[in-house]
């Protein structure tokens, strides 16, 4: 992996890591394509590095509320938070998501993000017309938004895409089921991380031959466009539908479906 490959894929992972467009998916997707895979070089440790830029970004943007969780414990969100993170411990525990993460279902994911997508935006403009909306987190709320970031561990599924539209159908607004989305990355890209170095430290896989500097930049990129990603989607949630964003993953899902069967230059 050169420079510019990590730089690419540190933008990318920021950006779709906030964006409804899934960040595994496309990461997954660009790295076939780079023939990084094709290499034999093993990047788990490299996407691990990825996310904890991302990380870095959620923590500049709410900092403020996360310094408030942690003073006050009990009476902030950090409750829900907790809700939230159980179903998908307990997926990632329970279920071999190992098929998917080599890509055998990434086509199917990104049309299964467009249906959420769809659906969640149909079922908020419906309680919204009909003022079913309530603007405090509740129980049921958290373990809603949480099986659906269970789901998404499934690369080209979104995680944000599905926790959002997750959020809404329960009756949040867009702009609090967001807000809440980004905070429960907190918790899911640690525990992401803790069994990545796990596989890397007991399983005997490869932590991969990326050089210090390209992985500092992918960082950077990451910490950067996903600054950047969280700020731009807070400012698109409330005007524009989530739709546009099926949209995308429907053509980039029909794109690859084409290159698999028809142009076979990917074959991702």
Not at 8 to 32: C, N, R, W, Y
Not at 235 to 242: E, G, T, Y
Request: hydrophobic share 55%.
């Amino acid at each position: 992996m050169n420079a510019l490959h990590a730089l690419i894929l540190g933008a990318v992972q920021g950006l779709t890591e906030f964006l409804p467009i899934s960040s595994s998916g496309h990461l997954l997707v660009l790295q076939k394509i780079f023939g990084i895979g094709d290499a034999g070089e093993n990047v788990l440790l490299f996407n691990i590095l990825l996310h904890m830029g991302t990380l870095v970004a959620v923590f500049a943007v709410y900092w403020r509320r996360i310094w408030d969780m942690l003073c006050h414990p009990i009476q902030s969100e950090l409750k829900y938070l907790v809700v939230a993170t159980i179903p998908a411990v307990l997926a990632a525990l329970l279920i071999d998501f190992d098929d998917a993460f080599e890509g055998k279902f990434i086509i199917w994911s990104f049309y299964l993000t467009s249906a959420v997508l769809i659906a969640g935006d149909a079922i908020g403009q419906w309680r919204r017309k009909n003022r079913k909306v309530h603007k405090k987190m509740r129980v049921g709320d958290a373990a809603a938004m949480g099986v659906m970031q269970a789901v998404a561990i499934l690369p080209g599924l979104s995680r944000s895409g599905s926790t959002i539209s997750g959020g809404v159908v329960v009756g949040l607004s867009r702009k609090h089921a967001a807000d809440f989305s980004f905070l429960m990355s907190i918790p899911a890209i640690l525990g992401s991380a803790v069994l990545e170095v796990k596989e890397i430290v007991f399983d005997g896989a490869s932590a991969g031959t990326i050089g210090a500097v390209p992985t500092l930049l992918g960082m950077l990129a990451a910490a950067l466009f996903g600054f950047l990603a969280i700020k731009g989607m807070l400012a698109l949630i409330r005007r524009i539908s989530m739709k546009w964003f099926a949209l995308y993953t429907f053509l980039l899902g029909t794109f690859l479906l084409l290159d698999k069967f028809v142009f076979k230059i990917w074959m991702v």
